[in-house]
C-alpha cells in the first residue's frame, strides 16, 4: 500500500537524523504510535526515555560547565528538556510523518501537536536503548542536543536562541519561525551552511552562517531575536 511505503520512507529519514539505524524496526513502530491508534502505544517507552534524556542532559550541563551550581544545572537542564524544545527537534526531523494515530487524532492535527511530539522523542530513545544499549541512546541524545548546549545564551536565562526566539514570538500571539538552507559552502568535512530564519508575517528575513545546519539557524535566531525585541519590543507590567 501507497501509506506503507510513505511511513517506511518517513521510518528511513527519522532514522537518519537520529543517526542510529534499528535492527527491531518494531521497535521504531512502536515508539512512533500512539495509544488512539492501536494498544500497543508508546507510553512505558516514555517512561524509559524520559530518564534517559535526563540523565544525558545533565551529563552533558555538568561537563560542559564545571563551575555552575547544582541549582543553576537544573534550571539549564529544564530550558532544554521540554515539550516545546522536544517538538521544535521532532518538527526538525518530521516526525510527524512517521506517526501512528487514530483516525480522531488524524483530524485533529495530532501530527502537529507539541505534546504528541515530545512524547514520541522520548520513546525513541527508550526504543535505541532497547534495541542497543543505554550508551547508544546517550549518544543519540547527545547528536541532537549538542548545538543546543553548545548556544546557551546566560543572558536570556540559559536557553539557547532558537528556544528563547519561539518563547517571544509566542508571548506575542506571532507564527513560529521557518529555516531552510540556502547554501551549504565547501567539501563535505569542512562545509558551511547558510541558514535562512524567516518570521513570515512581519516580513523580515535573516540569514546566517555556520559549521553546521543547527549552528548556523542558532545564530540566525539570535539575529531574529534581537530585530524582534527592537521592533516589536513587550510591554512592561505595571
Not at 487514530?102 to 492535527?109: A, F, H, I, N, W
Not at 528563547?164 to 513560529?176: F, I, M, P
Request: charged share 25%; glycine share 6%; aromatic share 8%.
Amino acid at each position: 500500500m501507497k501509506s506503507d511505503v510513505l511511513k517506511q520512507q518517513a521510518h528511513h529519514r527519522i532514522q537518519r537524523h537520529l543517526g542510529y539505524k534499528f535492527s527491531r524496526i518494531e521497535l521504531l513502530q512502536q515508539a512512533l504510535t500512539h495509544r488512539s491508534f492501536s494498544a500497543k502505544h508508546n507510553e512505558r517507552f516514555e517512561f524509559v526515555g524520559d530518564a534517559v534524556l535526563n540523565y544525558t542532559i545533565a551529563k552533558m550541563l555538568f561537563d560542559a560547565f564545571p563551575k555552575l551550581a547544582e541549582g543553576e544545572l537544573s534550571r539549564l537542564r529544564a530550558n532544554l528538556v521540554n515539550e516545546g524544545v522536544l517538538a521544535e527537534i521532532a518538527l526538525e526531523m518530521n516526525v510527524g510523518d512517521g506517526l501512528y494515530l487514530g483516525t480522531g487524532e488524524l483530524k485533529s492535527g495530532g501530527f502537529r501537536r507539541p505534546s504528541i511530539l515530545a512524547d514520541a522523542m522520548e520513546a525513541m530513545f527508550a526504543a535505541v536503548s532497547f534495541d542497543a544499549d543505554f550508551a547508544t541512546a546517550e549518544k543519540v541524545v547527545r547528536h541532537l542536543f549538542s548545538e543546543r548546549v553548545k548556544c546557551i545564551d546566560f543572558k536570556n536565562q540559559g536557553k539557547d536562541n532558537k528556544t528563547s526566539l519561539q518563547e517571544a514570538l509566542q508571548a506575542r500571539r506571532l507564527a513560529l519561525p521557518k529555516y531552510r538552507i540556502e547554501a551549504q559552502i565547501g567539501s563535505a568535512n569542512d562545509s558551511q551552511f547558510v541558514i535562512a530564519c524567516d518570521l513570515g508575517e512581519l516580513g523580515f528575513i535573516c540569514k546566517a552562517q555556520g559549521s553546521s545546519r543547527k549552528a548556523a539557524e542558532q545564530e540566525a535566531a539570535a539575529e531574529a531575536l534581537e530585530w524582534l525585541e527592537q521592533h516589536y519590543p513587550m510591554k512592561r507590567k505595571k
